[in-house]
């Protein structure tokens, strides 16, 4: 699929060098900062025509060779009239993990953001119940990140055993 | 930008101190495995929903960073666990196209035919338990019947009923034999008379269609803004079937059709689901009477496949081929960059979303779900209508949840 359409009307939006392209197999990525990130789903759902979101999942790229940022959050979209798919891209790093919510435009956002916030930390402004989904509530680290073990931290020996005398 | 605050939730006002809250919980026959809902309710109407999930996560997209590519099948085909070979299919599409892999014919060929009958056993499932949750159950033991024929199936190829973890890198475990074609063939001919047998008792059935026509209404725009894919979307209008818009295996082999419909109801819904269940025998009835012959796992030059038994005593260049694949730190180059793969399961899109750092496990393996992504959908279908149709919602959203919270 060729996307020299989508990227001249990005390129007028938002100036040549304000995103970065690559390409690899059949995935065409755009790559942006984090704060053009609302701007550019914004620009790549009303002109552009990607009408669905696939996905939105991040990465941690803390043992990753030749990686400058710490996370990734991709946005994966799908223009439902030509077939074309394209990701989004973005790199965040400690300590300014937030991104602005795609609820707005899309409401398939909600959860897939809630569980990149569950896993990995990455708060999302103007989420509307932003709150941990797979994990329980009290649960206080973000498990995909790298440096949380496989095994965990002992969560789950310590849990509060309650008798049937207090209960 | 200011954060903005969530909106006062209107139902705790104290003039509607009336409406009370029902935990449809964890532990509940009519919820198909453990997912939780919290019910605010006037008398029986529903005003408000909210799902609560995590019951069944097991850390699986964290161990996908721990097991390399062909250890990680086992754990995908957990996922869905209704229809196990069409996740393995979903994640090798993704992995084959991260390394590069052609597939011969005959495995394009014998993995759609386990697709197509995966996706057969995803929808005997989901429509058995459909009625069976709404009090009809004897259509759920004919169509149990049929997967059964489906597990002989899985057995008769790989050894297990339930998790084959049949599919690796290039290829499959084992090459299939005569067993295996005739029983596939002879399930393509006792399923039309099953599958009858349920149309005559649900499809005209009055107390089926009350309880399902008009309930649980998703608009196709209201789809696609949700990012519902599958037999959920198509049932709303939404036109798009992967085996048809980017043909992966062997599917532009086949002639078959894809089910659509308008209503986007429950009952549309589940129509849909018994159309597919034709069109995907269509296609399994088509691929065992054409199957190539030929190897069944891409060529050992390529490096990503094991070696025949024998001849890794004979030859040395197979006894090191074996070591390479075997012993940790070794094993497939994989390009360091990061691919999504996705195909057409039963349920939806699933696709992996697969980041490799060189070695033979992936660095990330991010799974898309489509029941995580459909469960969402829930709240914004069951307002208005009462709690006896939560169950029927919730079945014809086909809910797994070893997929929702992997």
């Known amino acids: ?167 | 930008m200011p954060v903005e605050a969530a909106e006062p939730i209107a139902e705790e006002a104290p003039e509607k101190e009336y409406l009370w809250t029902l935990n449809f919980g964890p532990q509940h026959p009519a919820t198909h495995t453990t997912l939780r809902l919290v019910l605010t309710l006037d008398g029986e109407t529903i005003v408000k929903a909210v799902p609560d999930i995590g019951y069944l996560h097991s850390g699986f997209e964290k161990l996908g960073e721990d097991l390399n590519y062909n250890q990680y099948v086992a754990i995908v085909d957990r996922m869905n666990y209704i229809s196990p070979v069409a996740n393995e299919v979903s994640w090798f599409e993704a992995v084959e196209k991260l390394l590069g892999i052609e597939l011969t014919p005959r495995c394009k060929y014998i993995r759609t035919i386990f697709a197509e009958l995966m996706r057969l056993h995803d929808h005997l499932l989901c429509i058995g338990a459909a009625a069976l949750d709404l009090g009809g159950y004897t259509a759920f033991l004919y169509a149990f019947y049929q997967r059964e024929l489906i597990y002989d199936i899985s057995e008769t190829a790989s050894g297990q009923r339930f998790h084959p973890s049949y599919l690796r890198v290039g290829g499959l475990m084992y090459d299939i034999d005569d067993a295996f074609v005739q029983k596939v063939r002879s399930f393509v001919k006792g399923f039309p008379k099953a599958y009858h047998d349920i149309v005559r008792l649900l499809n005209r059935n009055r107390i089926f269609i009350e309880r399902t026509r008009d309930i649980g209404v998703l608009s196709k725009e209201d789809a696609i803004n949700l990012s519902c894919t599958g037999p959920i979307a198509r049932a709303s209008g939404v036109v798009r079937d992967l085996r048809k818009d980017e043909p992966y295996l062997a599917y532009r082999d086949f002639d078959f059709k894809v089910v659509c419909a308008t209503a986007g109801d429950c009952y549309t819904r589940y129509l849909v689901r018994m159309e597919e269940m034709l069109e995907s025998l269509k296609i399994v009835e088509q691929a065992i009477e054409n199957l190539p012959s030929g190897p069944v796992n891409v060529d050992t030059q390529s490096k990503v496949v094991m070696p025949e038994q024998l001849s890794t005593y004979r030859s040395i260049e197979s006894m090191i081929q074996h070591f390479e694949l075997i012993m940790p730190n070794r094993g497939f180059q994989a390009p360091i960059d990061e691919v999504y793969g996705a195909a057409e399961s039963p349920n939806g899109e699933l696709g992996f979303y697969v980041v490799s750092d060189g070695t033979e496990r992936s660095y990330r393996a991010r799974t898309r779900p489509p029941s995580y992504i459909h469960f969402a959908i829930f709240p914004y279908l069951i307002k208005g209508h009462q709690i006896s149709d939560v169950v029927a919602v919730l079945g014809s959203l086909n809910i797994i949840a070893a997929e929702l919270d992997r």
């Open chain 1, 1 to 167: 699929m060729s996307h020299v359409a989508t990227l001249g009307i990005l390129r007028d939006r938002f100036g040549a060098d304000k995103f970065t392209t690559s390409e690899f197999r059949d995935n065409f990525r755009i790559i942006v900062a984090p704060t053009q990130v609302f701007a550019a789903l914004q620009c790549l759902k009303h002109d552009c025509g990607f009408d669905m979101l696939i996905d939105i999942t991040a990465a941690d790229y803390l043992y990753y060779p030749n990686a400058r940022d710490r996370f990734g959050v991709i946005y994966a979209l799908l223009n439902m009239n030509t077939g074309e798919r394209l990701y989004v891209k973005t790199f965040l790093n400690e300590p300014d993990l937030t991104l602005l919510s795609a609820f707005p435009l899309w409401k398939g956002a909600d959860w897939m953001e809630r569980e990149v916030f569950d896993m990995y930390g990455i708060l999302f402004e103007g989420h509307p119940d932003l709150r941990r989904i797979l994990m329980p509530e009290e649960f206080t680290a973000f498990p995909l990140r790298k440096d949380y073990p496989l095994r965990g931290r002992g969560e789950r020996h310590n849990f509060p055993v309650i008798t049937r005398a207090e209960g």
